[in-house]
């Protein structure tokens, strides 16, 4: 059983995880507070394995708690902004849930808290080394879809797709893609120089081409992409500075 702790000051939303909590069967619950000095004074003569802490909260909001903890426990920040996400990674939160959320979202932090216990996996230091961890971590990004904030490796995407005023952004070993509300120029400015825009509604991470046959590069057996009239030129200079033979 995973041992959790519910942290929010709004009464009705400290209810509704609770609520979620008990009807995950390997989670328990075995506190709810509705401030982090609450959960902090808990936390000083008893241990959890991971917390569910709104972020704006009175007198220490929950990022500042998470921080002020010498062994902090998992964390999935529950909170109705999203500006809050990059913050959530500093920490290394396990997820990161926008209000309001259901049953279904919650199941899958829930799950994500399941595998990180079973894998093991250390939280980094929190005396300061967060920015250090947070520099050295450029091939991270955060997209919104739908209620949730994700956080998606860069080396593993495989290609963008625009689709009106959404993107698809196709990963590795990822049958369906992430949609998100964004823009291929902010999404373009943000990617590193591995990527290239092929055409207007397509940008390609170069070191995922297996071929380029005329017109189109193609990824894989199933994934051939056009390029366009006005990024032909760009991509065929690529093509020749990486080229070898005659």
């Known amino acids: 059983m995973i041992r959790c702790m519910a942290i929010d000051d709004e009464p009705l939303a400290l209810q509704q995880i609770v609520a979620y909590i008990k009807k995950v069967p390997f989670l328990g619950l075995v506190a709810q507070c509705q401030s982090a000095l609450e959960a902090r004074a808990f936390l000083e003569r008893d241990t959890v394995d991971v917390v569910f802490c709104d972020i704006n909260m009175p007198d220490l909001n929950g990022m500042d708690f998470v921080k002020s903890l010498v062994a902090p426990p998992l964390v999935v ?40 216990l079973e894998a093991r996996v250390p939280l980094p230091s929190t005396d300061g080394s967060a920015e250090a961890d947070y520099s050295a971590n450029k091939d991270l990004i955060f997209l919104k879809s ?101």
């Open 77 to 116: 920040f529950t909170t109705a902004y999203s500006e809050y996400a990059v913050e959530g990674f500093k920490v290394n939160a396990v997820d990161y849930l926008l209000k309001p959320f259901g049953l279904q979202d919650f199941q899958r932090a829930a799950n994500r808290v399941k595998e990180r």
């Open 146 to 246: 739908e209620s949730r904030i994700l956080k998606v490796s860069i080396p593993d995407i495989r290609y963008i797709e625009s689709m009106s005023e959404y993107l698809k952004v196709w990963l590795d070993g990822q049958p369906k893609p992430i949609i998100t509300l964004l823009s291929m120029k902010r999404m373009e400015d943000r990617l590193p120089d591995y990527f290239m825009r092929i055409h207007r509604s397509y940008i390609i991470n170069l070191t995922k081409i297996r071929e380029v046959n005329k017109n189109r590069v193609f990824l894989d057996d199933q994934t051939a992409l056009p390029i366009g009239d006005l990024y032909k030129e760009a991509f065929q200079t690529y093509v020749d500075t990486m080229f070898l033979g005659r």
